[in-house]
Protein backbone atom coordinates (compact mmCIF):
# COMPACT_ATOMS: atom_id res chain seq x y z
CA UNK A 1 0.00 0.00 0.00
CA UNK A 2 1.23 3.56 -0.64
CA UNK A 3 1.54 5.60 2.20
CA UNK A 4 1.43 9.70 2.12
CA UNK A 5 3.39 11.18 -0.49
CA UNK A 6 4.94 14.33 -0.61
CA UNK A 7 6.42 16.09 -3.32
CA UNK A 8 9.32 17.61 -3.86
CA UNK A 9 11.81 16.03 -1.04
CA UNK A 10 14.14 18.74 -0.83
CA UNK A 11 13.59 22.50 -1.69
CA UNK A 12 16.08 25.34 -2.23
CA UNK A 13 14.97 28.28 -2.98
CA UNK A 14 15.41 32.01 -2.63
CA UNK A 15 14.03 34.28 -0.23
CA UNK A 16 11.35 36.18 -2.01
CA UNK A 17 10.28 33.13 -4.07
CA UNK A 18 6.94 31.71 -4.09
CA UNK A 19 7.22 27.72 -2.90
CA UNK A 20 4.85 25.47 -3.04
CA UNK A 21 4.83 21.91 -1.62
CA UNK A 22 2.27 19.00 -2.35
CA UNK A 23 1.35 16.00 -0.56
CA UNK A 24 -1.06 13.05 -1.67
CA UNK A 25 -2.64 11.54 1.60
CA UNK A 26 -3.24 7.59 1.69
CA UNK A 27 -6.50 6.80 -0.05
CA UNK A 28 -9.72 6.44 2.03
CA UNK A 29 -8.24 8.64 4.33
CA UNK A 30 -10.84 12.24 5.08
CA UNK A 31 -8.39 14.06 7.20
CA UNK A 32 -5.16 15.69 6.22
CA UNK A 33 -2.53 17.69 8.47
CA UNK A 34 0.14 19.79 7.70
CA UNK A 35 3.46 19.94 10.31
CA UNK A 36 6.20 22.24 10.38
CA UNK A 37 9.21 20.43 12.05
CA UNK A 38 12.45 22.55 12.92
CA UNK A 39 14.86 22.40 15.69
CA UNK A 40 14.06 25.17 17.66
CA UNK A 41 10.23 24.87 18.12
CA UNK A 42 10.09 21.29 16.78
CA UNK A 43 6.58 19.77 15.54
CA UNK A 44 4.22 21.98 14.61
CA UNK A 45 0.73 21.82 13.74
CA UNK A 46 0.11 24.05 10.73
CA UNK A 47 -3.48 23.02 9.55
CA UNK A 48 -6.09 20.36 9.49
CA UNK A 49 -8.74 19.56 6.88
CA UNK A 50 -11.24 17.25 7.21
CA UNK A 51 -13.51 16.36 4.01
CA UNK A 52 -11.24 18.58 1.95
CA UNK A 53 -12.39 21.69 4.18
CA UNK A 54 -10.10 23.49 6.46
CA UNK A 55 -11.39 23.01 10.02
CA UNK A 56 -8.24 24.17 12.07
CA UNK A 57 -5.79 26.68 10.94
CA UNK A 58 -4.94 28.44 14.09
CA UNK A 59 -1.10 27.02 13.51
CA UNK A 60 -0.51 28.90 10.35
CA UNK A 61 2.43 30.96 11.08
CA UNK A 62 1.46 34.11 8.55
CA UNK A 63 -0.65 35.13 5.95
CA UNK A 64 2.66 34.32 3.41
CA UNK A 65 1.41 30.82 4.39
CA UNK A 66 -1.70 29.23 2.61
CA UNK A 67 -3.02 25.33 1.96
CA UNK A 68 -5.54 24.51 -0.09
CA UNK A 69 -6.88 20.99 -0.33
CA UNK A 70 -9.29 20.88 -4.19
CA UNK A 71 -9.99 17.36 -3.83
CA UNK A 72 -9.69 14.07 -1.49
CA UNK A 73 -6.54 13.18 -2.99
CA UNK A 74 -4.68 16.49 -3.21
CA UNK A 75 -3.35 19.08 -0.84
CA UNK A 76 -1.18 21.89 -1.14
CA UNK A 77 1.33 24.48 1.22
CA UNK A 78 2.55 27.48 -0.37
CA UNK A 79 4.97 30.17 1.13
CA UNK A 80 4.87 33.45 -1.08
CA UNK A 81 6.83 34.73 -0.40
CA UNK A 82 9.33 33.03 1.40
CA UNK A 83 12.06 33.98 4.09
CA UNK A 84 14.87 32.09 5.36
CA UNK A 85 13.26 31.92 9.05
CA UNK A 86 11.11 29.12 6.52
CA UNK A 87 13.43 26.54 6.36
CA UNK A 88 12.23 23.81 7.63
CA UNK A 89 10.70 20.33 7.12
CA UNK A 90 7.21 20.03 6.57
CA UNK A 91 5.48 16.66 6.72
CA UNK A 92 2.09 15.87 5.85
CA UNK A 93 -0.04 13.37 7.38
CA UNK A 94 -3.39 11.81 6.85
CA UNK A 95 -5.69 9.84 8.72
CA UNK A 96 -9.12 8.34 8.86
CA UNK A 97 -11.67 10.13 11.53
CA UNK A 98 -14.49 7.99 12.19
CA UNK A 99 -17.00 8.42 15.32
CA UNK A 100 -16.02 7.58 18.45
CA UNK A 101 -12.36 6.57 17.29
CA UNK A 102 -9.04 9.11 17.62
CA UNK A 103 -7.40 9.66 14.80
CA UNK A 104 -3.74 7.70 14.11
CA UNK A 105 -2.01 9.57 11.54
CA UNK A 106 -0.09 8.74 9.31
CA UNK A 107 3.06 11.03 8.59
CA UNK A 108 4.36 11.07 4.72
CA UNK A 109 8.78 11.58 4.48
CA UNK A 110 8.54 14.97 4.59
CA UNK A 111 9.79 18.17 2.40
CA UNK A 112 13.31 19.65 3.18
CA UNK A 113 12.73 23.38 2.42
CA UNK A 114 15.66 25.96 2.35
CA UNK A 115 15.52 29.68 2.00
CA UNK A 116 18.43 31.23 0.63
CA UNK B 1 -2.55 24.32 27.44
CA UNK B 2 -1.12 20.79 27.10
CA UNK B 3 2.56 20.31 27.35
CA UNK B 4 4.99 17.36 26.84
CA UNK B 5 8.62 17.32 27.59
CA UNK B 6 11.35 14.63 26.97
CA UNK B 7 14.03 15.58 29.63
CA UNK B 8 16.52 13.22 27.62
CA UNK B 9 17.45 14.93 24.20
CA UNK B 10 20.53 12.32 23.43
CA UNK B 11 20.70 8.58 24.79
CA UNK B 12 23.28 6.04 23.98
CA UNK B 13 22.73 2.53 24.88
CA UNK B 14 24.66 -0.44 23.87
CA UNK B 15 23.33 -3.27 21.42
CA UNK B 16 20.97 -5.69 24.04
CA UNK B 17 20.73 -3.32 26.75
CA UNK B 18 17.18 -2.26 28.43
CA UNK B 19 15.62 1.03 27.37
CA UNK B 20 13.37 3.68 28.52
CA UNK B 21 12.72 6.95 27.62
CA UNK B 22 10.83 9.68 29.64
CA UNK B 23 7.81 11.37 28.53
CA UNK B 24 6.36 14.01 31.08
CA UNK B 25 2.85 15.59 30.31
CA UNK B 26 1.15 18.30 31.77
CA UNK B 27 -2.20 18.48 31.12
CA UNK B 28 -6.08 19.41 33.20
CA UNK B 29 -7.43 15.51 32.06
CA UNK B 30 -6.00 12.35 31.18
CA UNK B 31 -5.20 13.05 27.68
CA UNK B 32 -4.55 10.73 24.73
CA UNK B 33 -0.92 9.75 24.55
CA UNK B 34 1.18 8.77 21.80
CA UNK B 35 4.72 7.37 21.19
CA UNK B 36 6.66 7.94 17.75
CA UNK B 37 9.66 7.43 15.67
CA UNK B 38 11.30 9.08 13.24
CA UNK B 39 13.87 7.41 11.34
CA UNK B 40 16.69 9.78 9.38
CA UNK B 41 15.44 11.18 6.09
CA UNK B 42 11.64 9.58 6.88
CA UNK B 43 7.98 10.42 8.26
CA UNK B 44 7.01 9.91 11.45
CA UNK B 45 5.67 5.82 12.78
CA UNK B 46 3.15 5.31 15.44
CA UNK B 47 4.64 2.94 17.64
CA UNK B 48 2.03 2.80 20.33
CA UNK B 49 -1.28 4.98 21.36
CA UNK B 50 -3.03 5.36 25.04
CA UNK B 51 -6.62 6.07 25.55
CA UNK B 52 -8.04 4.10 28.45
CA UNK B 53 -7.84 1.53 30.46
CA UNK B 54 -4.99 -0.96 30.55
CA UNK B 55 -2.08 1.79 31.86
CA UNK B 56 0.80 -1.08 30.51
CA UNK B 57 0.29 -0.60 26.19
CA UNK B 58 1.52 -2.87 23.76
CA UNK B 59 3.07 -1.48 20.59
CA UNK B 60 5.35 -2.28 17.69
CA UNK B 61 8.52 -3.55 17.14
CA UNK B 62 8.59 -4.91 20.76
CA UNK B 63 8.37 -1.61 22.77
CA UNK B 64 5.52 -0.92 25.62
CA UNK B 65 4.94 2.08 27.37
CA UNK B 66 3.58 2.41 30.93
CA UNK B 67 0.88 5.72 31.59
CA UNK B 68 1.34 6.77 35.30
CA UNK B 69 -1.26 9.10 36.26
CA UNK B 70 0.43 10.51 39.55
CA UNK B 71 3.66 10.95 37.58
CA UNK B 72 2.19 12.85 34.86
CA UNK B 73 4.66 10.37 32.27
CA UNK B 74 3.74 7.78 29.50
CA UNK B 75 7.64 6.42 29.23
CA UNK B 76 9.09 4.21 26.67
CA UNK B 77 10.93 0.76 27.44
CA UNK B 78 12.22 -1.83 25.12
CA UNK B 79 14.16 -4.81 27.16
CA UNK B 80 16.67 -5.24 24.61
CA UNK B 81 18.07 -2.68 21.98
CA UNK B 82 18.74 -3.69 18.37
CA UNK B 83 20.85 -1.39 16.28
CA UNK B 84 18.05 -0.62 14.10
CA UNK B 85 16.29 1.25 16.60
CA UNK B 86 18.59 4.05 16.67
CA UNK B 87 16.48 6.89 15.66
CA UNK B 88 14.44 9.77 17.06
CA UNK B 89 11.72 9.25 19.18
CA UNK B 90 8.63 11.83 20.18
CA UNK B 91 6.59 11.52 22.58
CA UNK B 92 3.04 13.15 21.92
CA UNK B 93 -0.20 14.13 23.84
CA UNK B 94 -3.90 14.86 22.09
CA UNK B 95 -6.83 16.46 23.76
CA UNK B 96 -9.84 13.70 24.69
CA UNK B 97 -13.02 14.54 22.51
CA UNK B 98 -13.09 16.51 19.37
CA UNK B 99 -10.06 17.62 18.99
CA UNK B 100 -8.12 14.35 19.64
CA UNK B 101 -6.20 15.18 16.22
CA UNK B 102 -4.50 18.31 17.76
CA UNK B 103 -1.04 16.38 18.68
CA UNK B 104 1.34 18.59 20.69
CA UNK B 105 4.58 16.58 20.07
CA UNK B 106 7.51 16.64 22.81
CA UNK B 107 11.06 17.65 21.48
CA UNK B 108 12.53 14.53 20.79
CA UNK B 109 15.39 12.22 22.29
CA UNK B 110 17.57 11.01 19.96
CA UNK B 111 18.79 6.96 20.58
CA UNK B 112 22.29 5.83 19.44
CA UNK B 113 23.18 1.91 19.39
CA UNK B 114 26.20 1.34 20.41
CA UNK B 115 27.52 -1.92 18.81
Known amino acids: DAGVIQSPRHEVTEMGQEVTLRCKPISGHNSLFWYRQTMMRGLELLIYFNNNVPIDDSGMPEDRFSAKMPNASFSTLKIQPSEPRDSAVYFC??????????????FGPGTRLTVL | AQSVTQPDIHITVSEGASLELRCNYSYGATPYLFWYVQSPGQGLQLLLK??????LVQGIKGFEAEFKRSQSSFNLRKPSVHWSDAAEYFC?????????????FGKGTLLTVNP
Open chain 2, 50 to 55: YFSGDT
Open chain 1, 93 to 106: ASSLKASGRVDEQF
Open chain 2, 92 to 104: AVAPPGGSNYKLT
